[in-house]
Nanobody, 122 residues
Framework: QVQLVESGGGLVQPGGSLRLSCAAS?????????MGWYRQAPGQEREFVAD???????NYADSVKGRFTISRDNRENTVYLQMNSLKPEDTAVYFC???????????????WGQGTQVTVSS
């Protein structure tokens, strides 16, 4: 069973920085998965933030482009989200996501972490 353990959230002032980490375990196929981050603010739907494909490609939501950077360490099965120039509207619970490609024919393809709170406030 895949497990995702997140860390790095907290309270930061506007303009500040935080780095989130998500360590995956429990499968030999993690290297084949897309790993990424989503967030959910109070009263809003969960939204995509960024992801890192198995092929090394990265994707970002328009709202975070130029401020957030996603990276991945395949030796440690860990994905990171470096968040700079944080704004109050970045306040949300941030969730790590791992998604296996369908061609692996696994029983379950989609996994989520427990979430970590990021609060941007003065």
């Amino acid at each position: 069973q895949v497990q995702l353990v997140e860390s790095g959230g907290g309270l930061v002032q506007p303009g500040g920085s935080l780095r989130l980490s998500c360590a995956a375990s429990g499968s030999k196929f993690i290297i084949n998965a897309v790993m990424g981050w989503y967030r959910q603010a109070p009263g809003q739907e969960r939204e995509f933030v960024a992801d890192f494909t198995s092929g090394g490609l990265t994707n970002y939501a328009d709202s975070v482009k130029g401020r957030f950077t996603i990276s991945r360490d395949n030796r440690e099965n860990t994905v990171y989200l470096q968040m700079n120039s944080l704004k109050p509207e970045d306040t949300a619970v941030y969730f790590c996501n791992l998604n296996f490609p369908r061609w692996l024919l696994l029983d379950e393809n989609d996994y989520w972490g427990q979430g970590t709170q990021v609060t941007v406030s003065s």
